[in-house]
């Protein structure tokens, strides 16, 4: 092959290359920015963020607004300082072929939910990376997950769940029941003529 163009092809390659990082850091700040937003109650900054025709979805089976819907929900708390925070600690960045499309998702901290995902997708919109989709989720462990989703379809059935309370054997006291037993004359005139004898310091067996 020509030296011309393996020089050409590296060129490209480099070109591709640095397009690429540079893309990726630019949706990774763009998302720095969603979530420094939310935090600060910063409507403007958040609304930037975002693609015109959002969607973007709660933790909550119903809760799944889109475009000017979410605007109209996210604002009023805003306007009153009460944004939500949630602290990245883990993101990866996958972008799509053509470079119009990112895919992510990252893991957040959040004080009243603790860890939780958020995924989606990123889009170019006016030469600028937004948020096409954004889904919020609380990841389950395996362990717990069955007798979550128990829960789950007993709160959409109306009906409580039942708690059965256990308790071990070792901790029940077995108390035996106490029997009368009734004394004799004799041993009653015993046992006051005991008392008489050692009135002051009675023995042990009166």
């Given at each position: 092959m020509p030296t011309k163009f393996l020089t050409l092809f590296a060129s490209l390659w480099l070109v591709c290359t640095?397009?690429?990082?540079?893309?990726?850091?630019?949706a990774d700040a763009l998302l720095e920015r969603f979530h420094q937003a939310a935090a600060q109650a910063d409507f403007a900054t958040y609304d930037a963020a975002m693609a015109e025709d959002v969607v973007f979805l709660g933790t909550d089976?119903?809760?799944?607004?889109?475009?000017?819907?979410?605007?109209?929900?996210?604002?009023?708390?805003?306007?009153?300082?009460?944004?939500?925070?949630?602290?990245?600690?883990?993101?990866?960045?996958?972008p799509l072929p053509g470079g119009q499309a990112i895919l992510f998702d990252e893991l957040l901290d959040n004080e009243k939910l603790?860890?939780?995902?958020?995924s989606g997708v990123l889009i170019k919109e006016g030469g600028q990376w937004v948020v096409a989709q954004y889904n919020l989720s609380v990841p389950i462990p395996n362990e717990l997950v069955v007798d979550v989703?128990?829960?789950?379809?007993?709160?959409?059935?109306?009906?409580?769940?039942?708690?059965?309370?256990v308790t071990p054997?070792?901790?029940?006291?077995t108390v035996a029941p106490v029997t009368a037993v009734e004394e004799s004359p004799a041993a009653e005139a015993e046992r006051k003529n005991c008392g008489r004898r050692f009135k002051t310091n009675k023995r042990a067996d009166c």
């Open positions: 640095s397009a690429s990082a540079d893309s990726l850091a630019e089976a119903t809760e799944r607004w889109q475009g000017q819907a979410f605007r109209d929900f996210a604002k009023p708390y805003f306007d009153a300082g009460k944004g939500w925070t949630y602290v990245p600690t883990q993101r990866s960045l996958d603790g860890q939780c995902r958020g989703a128990k829960g789950i379809r007993a709160a959409a059935s109306g009906v409580p769940v039942a708690v059965e309370v054997a070792a901790e029940v006291e």
